[in-house]
């Protein structure tokens, strides 16, 4: 079905176009009739400068499944990344490839453990 | 025996307020008369299955107009314009009206219009055909499976300022147009209560209608780049529709040239 359903939210950070990097500030989230995608509905989401009013978004249109499994993984990752990034703040860390914090002494597993519980 | 040499493309028209809107028009070959259909998009825009649809229309001897619902918030890619709709909120009733009521008037002043004229839409574009079969002069209308013919009841109260939206069944007094619709029986919106409501509104008010409903089929089920496509509900569908047409539009002209006019 066509709905009027959506959310909008402020964000802060970049998005790549068809033109390059520029600067987003909202992301608009609703769940409709693709435009691309070959699904009856989906996830869809546009990034875009409001403040600037470009005319440039990035947009996606994701299953359901996926994603409420990419919501997860995002979650995942931010709670992990920020928990290494403390170590790194905090006491320094080494990075393996793939990007995961190593603590470089038993102290700072601890702290990583705490901050990840 | 060769195919319609349907011609078809993007042209300017007025819509609501005088402005200038986008349509895409298909026309069958030659000076007609034809009768004409107005099709109306989708929340997802005037996207390429909206111009098949109106191509579809002309190729079954129908000029044929979809105008573009949405054009105020280009210039740009119907997609990207479409994105900055649903973040604006849609459009509201009255704008759709004035645009749809445009592209009617602009058909029917064409030398190759028989004056008659239709109107089909799809999902939202359903909703505002049930619409315009009530507010505006059409002779026969086809609803597709439009959502929110009956608005929820527990729908959030439109916060001050939002678009004006109108309830379709409390409109249905006015309805001056035969009206067919087509709706799947596994559709959530409308669902099969929604749709015998509206029917026993239309039946109760002595309304021209004939529903089809369509069990194994969804919403859009003629959509042929989704998997709710349902080819063989579709197939029969489109038959009443051109039916429908046959019905209240007149015959439409033969299209197909003969070979000695190629």
Redesign the interface.
């Known amino acids: ?4 359903l ?1 959310e ?1 939210t402020e964000i802060f950070g970049s998005a790549k176009g068809p033109t390059g990097w520029f600067n987003v500030d ?1 992301a ?1 989230i ?1 769940f ?5 995608a ?3 509905h989906s996830l869809n989401i ?1 990034f ?1 400068n ?1 403040k600037d009013g470009s ?1 440039v ?1 990035v ?1 996606v249109e994701l299953s359901a499944e996926s994603a409420r499994d990419l919501v997860a993984r995002i979650l995942s990752v931010l709670e992990s990344g920020e928990a290494a990034h403390l170590q790194i703040g905090s006491v320094g860390a080494v990075v393996e490839e793939g990007g995961h914090a190593i603590p470089n002494n038993a102290e700072t597993a601890d702290l990583a453990t705490s901050a990840t519980s | 025996m060769p195919h319609p040499a349907v011609t078809s493309g993007t042209i300017q028209i007025h819509g609501h307020n005088g402005d200038q809107i986008e349509a895409y028009m298909a026309k069958p070959p030659g000076d007609g008369p034809f009768p004409g259909v107005v099709l109306i998009h ?4 005037w ?1 390429e299955w909206c111009c098949e649809a109106t191509r579809k229309l002309a190729h079954h001897g129908y000029a044929a107009i979809a105008p573009h619902l949405f054009s105020r918030f280009g ?2 890619q119907p ?2 314009i ?3 709709a ?2 604006a ?2 459009v509201g009733d009255e704008q759709v009206m004035g645009d749809v009521k445009g592209a009617a008037d602009f058909l029917r002043t064409q030398s190759f219009s028989t004056g008659k004229m239709g109107v089909i839409g799809f ?3 359903g909703r505002q055909t049930y619409l315009a079969a009530c507010l505006l002069d059409f002779d026969a209308a086809v609803d597709c ?1 439009g ?1 929110g013919v009956i608005p929820d009841p527990n729908a959030a109260t439109p916060a001050p300022g939002a678009l004006v ?1 109108m309830s379709p069944i409390e409109q249905t007094d006015k309805m001056q147009a035969p009206l067919l619709g087509i709706f799947g029986n596994d ?3 409308p669902d099969p209560e929604q749709v015998n409501n509206t029917e026993a509104e239309l039946k109760r008010l002595g309304k021209t209608y004939e529903f089809h409903r369509y069990d194994g089929a ?3 089920f003629f ?1 042929v ?4 496509y349902r080819s063989e509900q579709a197939t029969d569908a489109w038959t009443k529709v051109f039916a429908w047409y046959e019905k209240h539009l007149g015959a439409p002209s033969p299209v197909l040239e003969p070979a000695a006019a190629r």
């Open positions: 079905m066509c709905t009027y959506t909008k909202t608009t609703y409709d009739h693709p435009y691309h070959p699904l009856d546009d875009v409001e005319p978004r947009a | 989708h929340m997802p825009g996207d210039p740009g997609d990207d479409a994105a900055k649903r973040a909120g849609g999902c939202s574009g499976w959502g939206r559709d959530r919106n969804g919403h859009g959509a780049d989704r998997p709710g």
